[in-house]
């Protein structure tokens, strides 16, 4: 009687080994890229579902060239961030291209050490600042189209 009660305490002891976590993306990146199993249309049109399901809007819409871009969404209470999908076939599938943008409130502006607004999201390897924040953000809407699909970062 103690072993299998011993095995099961083991067994719920490794479950978050198990779980699925986002993949690290290397410092610098600037586009992460989905590898789908399915036809380029297919992926674009689950694309733009996600983007959708995310709370995003649609801002430009290409069906023919697979390109889709969303509007500004708050995501703090000063930071908006703005995404970029494109869609190509590849050899099997296609690959989902991911790139965005963030621009913050005036007042902030002081505090980020530049006279612009709008910067590129990337990965700046971990931690919480809110070019961090964005790149989060953005990885968890790209993995949402196909949570099992292999992930890259350029």
Do not use: C, R
């Given at each position: 009687m103690k072993y299998p009660l011993l095995a099961a305490?083991?067994?719920?002891?490794?479950?978050?080994?198990?779980?699925?976590?986002?993949?690290?993306?290397?410092?610098?990146?600037?586009?992460?890229?989905?590898?789908?199993?399915?036809?380029?249309?297919?992926?674009?049109?689950?694309?733009?579902?996600?983007?959708?399901?995310?709370?995003?809007?649609?801002?430009?819409?290409?069906?023919?060239?697979?390109?889709v871009q969303t509007p500004a969404k708050t995501i703090r209470d000063a930071f908006h961030l703005t995404l970029r999908a494109s869609v190509v076939p590849a050899t099997s599938g296609s690959d989902i291209s991911f790139r965005g943008q963030f621009t913050w409130n005036s007042a902030i502006t002081i505090m980020a050490k530049t006279d612009k607004n709008e910067v590129e999201v990337k990965s700046l390897g971990g931690g919480k600042t809110p070019i961090q924040q964005m790149w989060n953000e953005m990885q968890q809407v790209a993995q949402s189209i196909y949570p099992a699909a292999t992930m890259t970062f350029k």
């Open positions: 305490a083991f067994l719920l002891g490794a479950m978050p080994a198990f779980a699925q976590t986002q993949p690290v993306a290397p410092k610098g990146a600037t586009t992460i890229v989905v590898h789908s199993p399915d036809s380029a249309k297919v992926a674009y049109t689950n694309t733009v579902k996600a983007l959708l399901a995310a709370g995003y809007g649609i801002d430009k819409n290409d069906k023919e060239a697979l390109f």
